[in-house]
């Protein structure tokens, strides 16, 4: 895939690193000459040296053949206007944004930008997660961040070691994937027992992973 990128920076550089790894196309527009210049150094990729808002910055990227089209900018304002630009007058059929400032997240969603990426959220939530729930493994986010999937090892002392899932109800809005047992994988049936040391795959949406820590007596 064709995918143009808004920012040349840290991140811009790197998520073009990773996408050529991944043998994609990853074109660069970026403002600054001298961050341009550092990344033809690093990367054997295009790169255009300009606004990213504007239409003739656009063309010169090609952004009329992307499959994606990507702002990382340091401004919330300037990622929201060039998604929209390439959305408008190109079309892409894919636009994504980081925004540095979480409260500006849904607006941008509401004004037509496919994917929006709240950094500040992201790493609140992996240090909450980290931090307050030291006993559960985040894997990945799902649908923008609003479902995520979760790695929990019973511990020894599980109170409900040998429970069949039928007398545990676990909280709505959440749906345990897998158990992983002794490197079997089993799909769970109301009838599968829980036991210590099992590996467990959850998927939860809101805040409901801190209900089954509760529920689990975790």
Known sequence: MKIVIVGGGKLG???AKTLLEHHHEPVI???DQETCSEVLEGLEIPVVCGDGTTAEAM???GVEEADAFV???GRDEQNLVACQLAKISFPVKKTAAKVNNPKNAPLMRRLGIDIVVSSTDAIARLIEWEVDLSGFKYITSLGQGKASLHEIVLPDDFAYSGKKLS???FPEQSVLVAIERAYEVLIP???TQLLSGDKLILLTKGDTLEKVRDKLKL
Do not use: D
Request: aromatic share 12%; proline share 0%.
């Open 13 to 15: 550089f790197y998520l």
């Open 29 to 31: 527009i970026e403002s």
């Open 59 to 61: 063309k010169a990227a």
């Open 71 to 73: 702002a990382v900018t």
């Open 167 to 169: 007398e545990l109800r």
């Open 189 to 191: 049936r109301g009838n």
